[in-house]
């Protein structure tokens, strides 16, 4: 957004701050901050085999593990986030977690004490990355690159205070989509909405909106086009009324406006934009925002973001919380900061929440008392009989060569209704049943889960079976 | 490898080392340490305006971005092993990237030196993890885990000096399979090396072979069962002499060691552990390794690590550069260091040199000049007109929001060379093409760039019809 792309200091710091960390979320264990605990950890710890009464476990202070329920749910999201970036031509990038405290240093205003540093253990100085975006442009300068479509996924560490901002994570996932280099106004922009949009509207997490920053589109006429007040007040008064994509074509009919170059020429990108998102069809997922206009120093355009829209029953309930599950912008001076002849590159970007997301979504599987399957095992291998754990590693070896997922359980001579229990527990749809009966006949008994069917087959067939089965299913 | 396995203080880390980081890998850019260079890129970097002599913009010491097209090696290797994890009945599970300092204290000996500690900005002391082993051992001690059979791909951070060992990687990949619980004897161990040898093969790397540690196991039987430490060196006779399969077989033959009750006690699992791998048909690739001993202070058991064989060719010209490409161990007292009452849960796992092996895969496809794309786009949306723009974009989301990956140039005019050229570079199979001709009469033509044909297809059925190619090809 070149023409509205060159406000300085507009950051947006606490949006992404807000984005990214669930509001609601509870840190696990963050009670104890004290090195005095810790010395309590160490002091135990250490002695393992006498009584421990004070004993502390935990994780450091707003983070946690991801449960195996966690990480199924995860890996959902994160492929379709990735598959849209990727259907979208974006190739992936990876950077070290660490960068030199320098590359850091002036790029996030006052939320630069949220940073972590490395202990100085000799050699350079280091702090955790703060987000995404820094070591992408940081990457960009180093290699000379001008011209890129890159996404990334990864974790990002900040020092939130847990007291302050009650339930922050201090470390958590960005997925972020960015397009750097210099190209026709606006449409590199328009694309990243629509990324929101397909993301979004994939997800089924309800209706959303995406909102654009008006304080920053209105700065940017005043500040930088010298356009008078009040006719960017004037504008103001139409993006009050009207917020969406009728508003442009209202505007144009406006004398006032229509007739003033400067508000034309003010008007142009944002013109353009509401043209491109028309033909992407998502031109009514797109606002105006009075009140948004945040961000990190390194930010020069408009900033948008995506809230859920409450439904009418969550709308009575807590009117206030739309959510934020997205955000993006333009930082045009970020690569030149970095560039020893501070050479620009342009670039446009978004950052999905997803930590945001995941919280919602597992909380839809809770209400909806979903059971998430924690693991993929499509067979499982048993036995009636005992001394038989020698045709079950036979026979699962035989699976696994296959390519088929199956597990048995770790015991010379388990009781076969153990192991259909941990069949039924686990989810796992077929069973494959080894006894004296079936190896003297040539036989292997498959049995499905569900219905409690079994069938022999010849052990020949098997595996041939069981995945005709499993196409099918 | 409950009698075999409980060595104290025979650790691995510098086979870990070896395992994980390429020996012949340069770091990038590992050359300015001092912080003085830190500081001049500060000065330098805050003043874009500014000409600048003294610029030094790089990764910290020991780290490296990963291009697009590394990133495409990465993603695919590391598929194969996580659907390898996966086949075998794993979880997922995911860490912070740092730990309260504690829990990492005295559980890598000598190699604690290594550890990234955080700076203590207040709170907690932290440090970045080491490995994927003891957060593994910390969250089952904490969650009072009992049993549990999980996978990790994460980053790991090693203060390694490269000035000591040229070469290795500060920040490197790790994808680990652990199983936890008390099972009986070797069939949990036999799987992981199932596993180790389904990915090494999966990954056509050439031929390899897991080596066994002698000297842990005969240090267990000496030192842990009281056996003679001449019936010891009988034993490793038969090592010597047999390293693989036979050897089991052929020692109960030897009556010095068939009618010593000590010896059979000792060898009882040994002869547990290659029943159970020559069901799983992979007994040839076990044999015992005379040097092998190393480890980190938590491992109490047998280790064990796959070597890379090399062809006839790479033998003569290094011969021995034979490769370490994955690890693994029993690690049953590490658990309950973190447990209060010290209660033990038996782990055993391994650990895929992922680095190591990307490095060997990146250098097959330099070697055979293999051309890695690094985007999926599918179709390319063009137009040899100008003033096409709005149809490109109308045309492109219609195929983005039928799943389909397609790009276009973020240009209002460009020629039709410059597009086809794009296709070429980049790799695009499929070409849709608007202009005057196609809007009149309600078609897009369709242009593979490989044989540069083209044939008009109904606007309506363009979806139809590109899936169909794409299902085809």
Redesign the interface.
Known sequence: MPQLGLLHGRAWASLLGKLLRPPGAVCIGAVH?H?QV??A??V???K??????N?I?????G??????Q???V??KILDLVVSCF??????????????????L??KYGEDSGLI??????G????S?RYDLTVPFA??L??NKVKKMK?YHVG?V?R?ESPTVVQGRYR?FCQCDFD?A?Q??PM??D??CL?IMC?ILSGLQLGDFLIKMSWKDVRHEMVAKKGLAPEVADRIGDYVQCHGGVSLVEQMFQDPRLSQNKQALEGLGDLKLLF??VT???IAEKISFDLSLARGLDYYTGVVYEAVLLPTPAQAEEEPLNVGSVAAGGRYD?LV???????HKVPCVGLSIGVERIFSIVEQKMKTFGEKIR????QVFVASPQKNF??ER??LI?EL??A?????LL???NPKLLTQLHYCENMGIPLVVIVGEQELKEGVIKLRSVASREEVAIKRENLVAEIQKRLSES
């Open positions: 901050s090195s810790a010395e950890v160490l135990s710890q250490l393992p085999h006498q009584e421990k009464s004993f476990i935990k994780t450091p202070k983070t946690r593990d991801l449960t195996p966690q990480m199924v995860r890996e990727k259907r979208h031509g974006a190739k992936g990038l990876d950077t070290p977690a660490f960068e030199l405290k320098e590359v240093t002036e972590y540093d490395l202990q100085d253990q050699g350079e100085l280091l955790l940081r990457y300068a180093m890159r974790k560490w020092r470390e397009i280099g190209f026709d449409i590199p328009a694309e629509k397909e043209e491109y033909l992407f069809g001076g030149g900061m970095f560039d020893p002849k501070g924690t693991t993929e095992t754990l020698q590693l036979k070896a696994w060569d390519g088929i997922k199956a597990e770790y015991k010379n």
